[in-house]
């Protein structure tokens, strides 16, 4: 008997002692979500889990599904045999590329009942790969290659080599609900994706000025959410109309306030449809200094439209540089790279205040009398559209 398994290892959940179960709980539930669709098995065991019987034709999907599951640390693609001494000679061989290299046999036993120990096994078939090897060379330090014999209870073992890093991070699920401001540009899909790595449940809200942005912004906001769902989970998308409201800041206020208005009473929409739908925080992609919405002088007149919510924004540390690099990893890159004009550049100021003060926003903002009405009707007009991971 032999037939090959993935094994994955879990990672931060580890430290979180009498809680683990609660977070371990989730972690298997969004692992078997992600499984749905195929047919295999899910086995756990102490302090691994093994995805076993599947048609090994799915092997690659599956680890690409695995490498995108919050929580988990890493993975291998393993071979199981029964534990039997020539069996894994065997097995062990099949890792070993025939080339010239350092090598080690590591070999970890849970079945105490083995008439040797791991240190004799390991040599053992660490002879029987010299013979077969020319240019294999034992370094027990540092070696090149090195395979991997997990001897387990119940007379069956794993053989493996290569461990791949899956995507880290704590458990979609385990760390409430967010509310993230989503554009159509590179950095919110990011800090969406960093959010949901902490284990934040994503919903998102867009503006949409249509028809001065088109259906293909929208359309592009929608995609860049499908893509957030193969990590993230169900997304319910939230696109407000915000057409008259860039109207009526255009029309009372002074147009290097215009973005800064704008801003404040996106964050101040968001905050109240995310209270409505059980979201615990805002999320922004705003990184400090990258435009002049986005100084400390900025950030602070912004901030004070929020009325209790916090709002997080992973990516203020971080350079576009970084953002960009994220955006290709997780595949959002191409989507926000499309030209769709967004709300924000639609009735541009030339001259945005970089520092703006906070009196003076306030003053400019109040202009708009009907405002609280305006705000009414774009919330009552909504378009909700529920997104779920698609099978890939
Ligand atoms: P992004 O690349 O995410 O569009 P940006 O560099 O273009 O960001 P801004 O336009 O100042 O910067 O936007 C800062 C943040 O405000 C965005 O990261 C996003 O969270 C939010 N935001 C901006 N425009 C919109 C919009 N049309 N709908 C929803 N959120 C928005
Ligand atoms: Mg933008």
């Given at each position: 008997?032999?037939?090959?398994?993935?094994?994955?290892?879990?990672?931060?959940?580890?430290?979180?002692?009498?809680?683990?179960?609660?977070?371990?709980?989730?972690?298997?539930?969004?692992?078997?979500?992600?499984?749905?669709?195929?047919?295999?098995?899910?086995?756990?065991?102490?302090?691994?889990?093994?995805?076993?019987?599947?048609?090994?034709?799915?092997?690659?999907?599956?680890?690409?599904?695995?490498?995108?599951?919050?929580?988990?640390?890493?993975?291998?693609?393993?071979?199981?045999?029964?534990?039997?001494?020539?069996?894994?000679?065997?097995?062990?061989?099949?890792?070993?590329?025939?080339?010239?290299?350092?090598?080690?046999?590591?070999?970890?036993?849970?079945?105490?009942?083995?008439?040797?120990?791991?240190?004799?096994?390991?040599?053992?078939?660490?002879?029987?790969?010299?013979?077969?090897?020319?240019?294999?060379?034992?370094?027990?330090?540092?070696?090149?290659?090195?395979?991997?014999?997990?001897?387990?209870?119940?007379?069956?073992?794993?053989?493996?080599?290569?461990?791949?890093?899956?995507?880290?991070?704590?458990?979609?699920?385990?760390?409430?609900?967010?509310?993230?401001?989503?554009?159509?540009?590179?950095?919110?899909?990011?800090?969406?994706?960093?959010?949901?790595?902490?284990?934040?449940q994503i919903s998102a809200i867009h503006?949409?000025?249509?028809?001065?942005?088109?259906?293909?912004?929208?359309?592009?906001?929608?995609?860049?959410?499908?893509?957030?769902?193969?990590?993230?989970?169900?997304?319910?998308?939230?696109?407000?109309?915000?057409?008259?409201?860039?109207?009526?800041?255009?029309?009372?206020?002074?147009?290097?306030?215009?973005?800064?208005?704008?801003?404040?009473?996106?964050?101040?929409?968001?905050?109240?449809?995310?209270?409505?739908?059980?979201?615990?925080?805002?999320?922004?992609?705003?990184?400090?200094?990258?435009?002049?919405?986005?100084?400390?002088?900025?950030?602070?007149?912004?901030?004070?439209?929020?009325?209790?919510?916090?709002?997080?924004?992973?990516?203020?540390?971080?350079?576009?540089?970084?953002?960009?690099?994220?955006?290709?990893?997780?595949?959002?890159?191409?989507?926000?790279?499309?030209?769709?004009?967004?709300?924000?550049?639609?009735?541009?100021?030339?001259?945005?205040?970089?520092?703006?003060?906070?009196?003076?926003?306030?003053?400019e903002q109040a202009k708009i009398e009907?405002?609280?009405?305006?705000?009414?009707?774009?919330?009552?007009?909504?378009?909700?559209?529920?997104?779920?991971?698609?099978?890939?």
């Amino acid at each position: 008997m032999k037939s090959k398994v993935i094994l994955l290892r879990y990672g931060e959940i580890f430290l979180k002692g009498r809680n683990k179960s609660y977070f371990e709980k989730l972690l298997i539930d969004n692992i078997k979500a992600k499984l749905a669709d195929i047919d295999c098995e899910f086995v756990r065991t102490q302090n691994r889990y093994y995805i076993e019987n599947y048609d090994e034709k799915l092997t690659d999907e599956i680890v690409s599904r695995m490498k995108k599951v919050f929580g988990l640390h890493s993975l291998s693609i393993a071979t199981k045999v029964e534990t039997d001494y020539d069996l894994l000679n065997e097995v062990a061989l099949e890792y070993a590329p025939d080339v010239n290299a350092t090598f080690r046999i590591t070999v970890n036993r849970a079945d105490k009942s083995l008439d040797k120990n791991s240190a004799q096994i390991g040599a053992d078939i660490g002879a029987y790969m010299l013979e077969r090897r020319k240019g294999y060379k034992v370094d027990l330090h540092k070696p090149q290659i090195e395979i991997k014999i997990d001897i387990r209870e119940r007379g069956y073992s794993y053989v493996f080599r290569d461990i791949e890093l899956c995507a880290q991070g704590m458990p979609v699920g385990c760390s409430g609900k967010g509310m993230l401001l989503l554009s159509g540009g590179f950095d919110s899909p990011v800090a969406g994706y960093r959010m949901a790595r902490r284990g934040m449940q994503i919903s998102a809200i867009h503006y949409h000025s249509f028809p001065y942005t088109s259906e293909q912004a929208k359309q592009k906001v929608v995609d860049l959410a499908q893509v957030l769902t193969d990590y993230a989970g169900n997304i319910k998308l939230f696109v407000v109309p915000f057409t008259e409201i860039q109207f009526a800041i255009h029309e009372n206020c002074r147009a290097d306030y215009m973005i800064t208005i704008m801003r404040r009473i996106m964050i101040d929409i968001a905050e109240r449809v995310a209270k409505e739908n059980g979201c615990g925080a805002l999320v922004t992609g705003e990184s400090l200094g990258q435009v002049a919405s986005q100084t400390l002088q900025s950030l602070t007149v912004t901030n004070d439209a929020v009325n209790g919510l916090p709002v997080f924004r992973p990516l203020i540390g971080m350079d576009k540089y970084e953002i960009m690099k994220t955006a290709e990893e997780i595949g959002t890159y191409k989507l926000s790279e499309l030209p769709y004009q967004d709300c924000c550049t639609v009735f541009l100021p030339k001259n945005p205040v970089i520092k703006p003060s906070l009196d003076i926003a306030k003053k400019e903002q109040a202009k708009i009398e009907n405002l609280e009405e305006l705000i009414e009707n774009a919330i009552k007009n909504i378009e909700i559209t529920e997104l779920r991971p698609c099978k890939e």
